[in-house]
């Protein structure tokens, strides 16, 4: 049977990163300011070559060719500081936007990991690098430049109108070029960068399993699946490289073909007195720059499409996940809990785990959730702490929805400890402190008390300064769960959720989680454990078993105990 999933409807907001590109409009505008100049300033090469041959060469004037020279020299490094400039400018632009856009593209990784799990859950933070480094390098500068091709070859023109006609020619087959280019590099990269990140997806997962993968000779196998993925990835990069590169061989042969034809033409028109020789060579110099930016954007167009896909996808991210609106800050929640008809279904299914549950409890009221394999255990516990939103129904804390409230104030009142218990990189007193910008060194030690850990980690190389996490000491998956324990418990939060809290304790171990559940009970605090083991609940006051989603049972605990041991005391009939 399915339960109906209705959809709650979003608004579309605008792109946060077109608000991102907002924010550094008066640096585009000076980029745009430091192009005019920069391009205005490329006309002094050739007016200086025009002026030697038409003037300087006819007059053998040396102070003329002396005060040319200073004055050229002068302006061209005006122009290579306005290009330093320029460059620089772009380079805070591209910072700037980084800074508007990685935080938010954080935060939404974790919102749509939430409601959808993701397999290349690091590509977004790597896009927002490729639209960075593109953004701070020479693609751009085409970009900006190519209003002044027309400029130029408008120059042309006026030296004489067959020359122009010439450079004109050139620049169309140039742009046909430019457009060739797209139309036959555009799907082998796409399906390139397709390729890629499934060999990376691919290759977390199995380092991940990589003990596992070892033990069982799995690796060969393993190896030729992601060299599969692998070659795909290079025949599609490899040919829209070498398409890539037949364009941008025929663009070098069309732009010197294009070159020698100017100067062919121009000396025709020289010998015949039409022009001069100044002229001939100027128009050369004039019709190259015109022709730079095309092709400079063919040059780098393989750069362009990266960044326009690292673009699309972090716009879809950033649209599909928008920030949370503020919301006033509730007061600290009590503990009381209540859920009512909750459906929740996991992310990115369409098929409900849980389907109608209910229960309430009070401040200070331990629950213990039992049930078998799959029938909806942990999806309550995502559901509880407001990581997964119910589809029908709700789950309120003190009154509010608990996927409304907001985290950033609710977290430090909450304790959570899921089944696969993960440190990060940082001491262990980092790792119990959530990372708090302040580590309160009073309450770590208290959280590590009050979970049974303290005298295991002193007994660490260096206590709670002792590095853990991927590039610290391993610690065994009994370890990472009493940590785990300890983080879940700091700060005193008054409703806490543990998930198969004792599925990797020894009996020391499983002493200190009962003596952490009592304490936390005779403090008033809402405490969810899920667990298959029975002996932590003779720590609980109510049991919920669940089956295949549904509440099968929900009381006191004796009252459960007892109905889930009746059958087996009963005798048997025997016919």
Request: proline share 6%.
């Amino acid at each position: 049977m399915r339960a109906a999933l209705p959809q709650r409807a979003r608004s579309a907001p605008r792109s946060p990163l077109r608000q991102a590109v907002g924010l550094s409009t008066s640096g585009l505008i000076a980029v745009g300011v430091f192009s005019f100049f920069i391009n205005l300033l490329m006309l002094v090469s050739p007016l200086y070559m025009l002026q030697i041959y038409d003037r300087v060469l006819s007059s053998r004037s040396e102070s003329t060719l002396l005060l040319l020279s200073l004055i050229v020299g002068a302006m061209l490094l005006v122009m290579g500081l306005l290009e330093i400039v320029r460059s620089r400018v772009l380079v805070r632009v591209s910072t700037r936007m980084d800074k508007a856009v990685a935080t938010r593209v954080f935060e939404a990784l974790f919102a749509r990991n939430a409601l959808r799990r993701m397999n290349n859950q690091t590509q977004a933070l790597r896009d927002v690098d490729n639209v960075r480094q593109f953004i701070s390098g020479q693609g751009p500068f085409a970009f900006f430049d190519a209003p002044w091709a027309p400029i130029y070859i408008g120059i042309v023109f006026l030296f004489h109108p067959l020359l122009g006609v010439v450079a004109l020619g050139g620049a169309v087959v140039l742009f046909v070029f430019a457009l060739l280019t797209e139309w036959r590099t555009r799907g082998p990269l796409t399906e390139a960068n397709q390729h890629a990140a499934k060999a990376n997806t691919f290759a977390e997962a199995s380092l991940r399993n990589g003990e596992a993968l070892q033990a069982m000779g799995m690796l060969p196998g393993i190896m030729r699946r992601w060299h599969g993925f692998n070659q795909q990835t290079l025949e599609r990069q490899a040919l829209a490289s070498d398409r890539a590169g037949t364009i941008s061989g025929l663009t070098k042969f069309v732009r010197l073909g294009v070159q020698s034809a100017i100067l062919g033409t121009g000396a025709w028109l020289a010998i015949h007195q039409i022009i001069s020789p100044g002229a001939m060579i100027a128009a050369s110099i004039i019709m190259g720059r015109g022709l730079a930016p095309i092709e400079q954007a063919i040059g780098s167009w393989r750069q362009f499409v990266a960044a326009r896909g690292a673009w699309a996808r972090l716009d879809d991210l950033l649209m599909e996940t928008p920030a949370a609106p503020e919301r006033m800050a509730l007061p600290p929640p009590k503990g009381h809990l209540a859920v009512e008809r909750a459906v929740v279904a996991p992310p990115g299914a369409d098929r409900a785990v849980l389907k109608g549950v209910s229960f309430a409890l009070e401040p200070g009221e331990a629950l213990g959730l039992v049930g078998p394999s799959a029938s909806g255990k942990s999806t309550l516990a995502r559901a509880l702490i407001g990581v997964w939103p119910v589809q029908a129904g709700s789950v309120r804390l003190d009154g509010a929805d608990v996927f409304r409230w907001d985290h950033a104030h609710l977290g430090p009142h909450l304790g959570y400890l899921p089944q696969e218990v993960e440190v990060l990189d940082g001491t262990v007193a980092a790792n119990i402190a959530r990372f708090a910008d302040e580590i309160d060194p009073g309450a770590v030690s208290q959280a590590a008390q009050k979970a049974g850990v303290h005298d295991m980690i002193l007994r660490l190389p260096e206590g709670y300064d002792t590095l853990i996490g991927p590039h610290g000491i391993a610690l065994s998956g009994g370890q990472r769960q009493r940590i785990g324990l300890a983080r879940a418990l700091y700060g005193n939060p008054r409703f806490v959720v543990l998930d198969e809290p004792n599925s990797n304790l020894d009996a020391e171990g499983e002493a200190a989680l009962s003596r952490a559940i009592d304490q936390l009970r005779q403090e008033g605090c809402t405490l969810i454990i899920s667990s298959h083991r029975p002996n932590v609940m003779q720590h609980v006051d109510k049991i919920l078993m669940l089956r295949d989603g549904v509440v099968e049972m929900f009381g006191p605990r004796q009252e459960i105990l007892q109905r889930l041991t009746r059958p087996a005391n009963q005798p048997k009939l025997v016919s």
